[in-house]
Every structure is written in structure tokens, then in C-alpha cells.
């Protein structure tokens, strides 16, 4: 008996690899690489979408590099807002459901206080209104539809804050590292375990229903809080070959001395209760994934 077929984008990508891997019990992945599907290409993922007939969509592919957006607009605009809105599009008229992962920096940082899913949204930059331009472009296509939210995503995998500091500790005495910035840390597995945990229930012989009340934006992201400095301390005390390391003081530093193309927003902390209602998973407190993650 052949098994549902789900249509993966940014395969190769953090969130998208450990998708890869959560999601190949429930069915057969098809993750075309960027030669064989770029999001760039509408025409070239109708294509894509169509060839693969999918009985699921999860678009983990984007443009992610934050300050790198900055000076190509359009590039990440055709990526974070087009491709899902393509690809929704697609879904829709096929009648099969749709996963899209969004970004807390469609928020501007001004809250204060968890964003909960319908706080009004105020991107501070390229990245979070072309995010904010795939979620609405996911909704408009009118099909079923989950749309995470997820925080500060970081793996074993690819660039990201783990990673670096892990590799600067082995290189430098000090590390400066911006402190009025506060978000939840997201290990990519826990996202990817998290989604195929949630989309289970789902799950019917030819492949997954979700009910139109189900469909709309959900916060999935680790519990608790930090600033960038704080998880930085966390990162090089959790690290298993603390050894190595040549860093004695990581110093906390405001945003205002560490410039960058792209504003952030200082406080992006996602409540995560309608998710943990609606479907019954949480994630770990972001102090325990990572001690999974470098475990």
C-alpha cells in the first residue's frame, strides 16, 4: 500500500532537515533540493506542486537571512511571501491542507508581554513583512491551513546563534553579546517533532484533514524567556567540550553597540496557549532543549 505523499520545501534547511526526519514514519517526503525547486520560480513551483501531486504541503523553505534582506527586498519578498501564496494556492485547489512556519519578528518588540496570535503585527524590517505577507497570502488562498509561528530557531545544523557562539568561544577570550533583546530559543527538533505530533490526529487513510476551525496561526515555540546574552551563557556552559574553550567572560552589551542592517524587536516572546490548547503540545522550556540538543 503506497503512503501519502508530502511535499517538503527547504528540505535542507534546519527546520526543514529534522522535518524531514519527523515526518517520514507518516508518509513519503518528497524534498526537491534548490535545483530541482526554486521558490523563487512561482511558475517553477506550480510545476513542483503538481508534479509531486502531495497529499500534505509544508513549506519550511524561506529566506531567513535577516539582515541580508535588508538589501534584497525583492529576493526575500519572492521567497517569504509569493512561494507560500503559490504553493497555498495549489493546496487549496487540490484540497489538501498546508503547514507554513512564520517568524515572532512580525512583531515590533513593543508589547512587553507575550504576543499572543491576534495581537496586531508591526514587522520591523524586510524579513518580518515579507513573513508577515506569506502568512496573510496562506490565509487568502482559502484552504486548511496551520500556520506556526515559531522564535530564535537554532540546531546541530546550517548558521545560527548555537552555533557561533560555539565556534567564537574556541576563538576568542570575550564575547559581547547584545542583552535587551528577549526571545524563547527554538531547537529546530523540537519543532519538527512538535509539528508531526500535532498534524497525527489528523491523519486519515489517504492522507491529512484538518477541520476549517482548526485552520488559521498558532504560536509554536520553546516556554520561558531570554536575551541573547543569556542564552549565550547558556550555550557555552551547556557545551559538552567546555574544555576547548578559550572564552572567560561573556559580557552583556545593549543593541546600540552591536549594529545591524535589520532592527530587531527587543521583547518577541511568544504565548503559546492557543496551540497547547487546541492540539495538546507544548515544547520544552528552551533551558531543556538545549540541554537535549549539546546532551
Avoid at 506542486?49 to 502531495?54: L, W
Avoid at 497570502?137 to 545560527?160: D, E, I, K, Q
Avoid at 557561533?164 to 531547537?187: I, K
Avoid at 574553550?245 to 496557549?273: D, N
Amino acid at each position: 500500500m503506497s503512503r501519502p505523499r508530502i511535499l517538503l520545501t527547504g528540505g535542507t534547511g534546519q527546520v526543514g532537515w529534522e522535518l524531514a526526519r519527523a515526518l517520514a514514519p507518516v508518509g513519503e517526503v518528497l524534498a526537491p533540493g534548490r535545483a530541482a525547486l526554486d521558490l523563487a520560480d512561482a511558475d517553477g513551483v506550480r510545476r513542483a506542486f503538481r508534479d509531486a501531486a502531495p497529499a500534505l504541503v509544508v513549506n519550511a523553505g524561506a529566506h531567513t537571512a535577516v539582515d541580508r534582506a535588508e538589501g534584497e527586498p525583492e529576493l526575500a519578498r519572492a521567497l517569504n511571501a509569493v512561494a507560500p501564496g503559490v504553493l497555498a494556492g495549489e493546496a487549496a485547489r487540490a484540497g489538501v491542507p498546508m503547514v507554513h512556519f512564520s517568524t515572532d519578528y512580525v512583531f515590533d518588540g513593543s508589547k512587553g508581554a507575550p504576543y499572543v496570535e491576534d495581537d496586531p503585527t508591526r514587522p520591523l524590517g524586510v524579513y518580518g513583512r515579507t513573513k508577515r505577507e506569506g502568512e496573510e497570502a496562506v490565509a487568502a488562498a482559502g484552504g486548511a491551513h496551520l500556520v506556526f509561528r515559531t522564535s530564535w530557531v537554532y540546531g546541530t545544523r546550517g548558521h545560527n546563534f548555537m552555533l557561533t557562539m560555539l565556534r567564537l568561544a574556541r576563538e576568542r577570550e570575550e564575547l559581547r553579546v547584545v542583552s535587551d533583546q528577549v526571545g524563547a530559543p527554538t531547537w529546530s527538533r523540537m519543532l519538527a517533532e512538535a509539528t508531526a505530533a500535532i498534524l497525527a490526529p489528523f491523519r486519515t487513510g489517504a492522507g491529512w484533514t484538518i477541520p476549517p476551525e482548526k485552520s488559521g496561526i498558532y504560536h509554536l515555540a520553546a516556554r520561558g524567556e531570554t536575551s541573547w546574552h543569556g542564552f549565550a551563557e547558556a550555550i557555552l556552559a551547556a557545551d559538552p567540550a567546555r574544555q576547548e574553550q578559550r572564552c572567560r567572560r561573556v559580557v552583556a552589551i545593549p543593541s546600540e553597540e552591536y549594529p545591524t542592517p535589520a532592527p530587531r524587536p527587543r521583547y518577541s516572546v511568544l504565548a503559546t496557549g492557543r496551540a497547547e490548547r487546541a492540539f495538546g503540545v507544548a515544547l520544552p522550556e528552551w533551558r531543556e532543549q538545549l540541554a537535549l540538543c549539546l546532551g
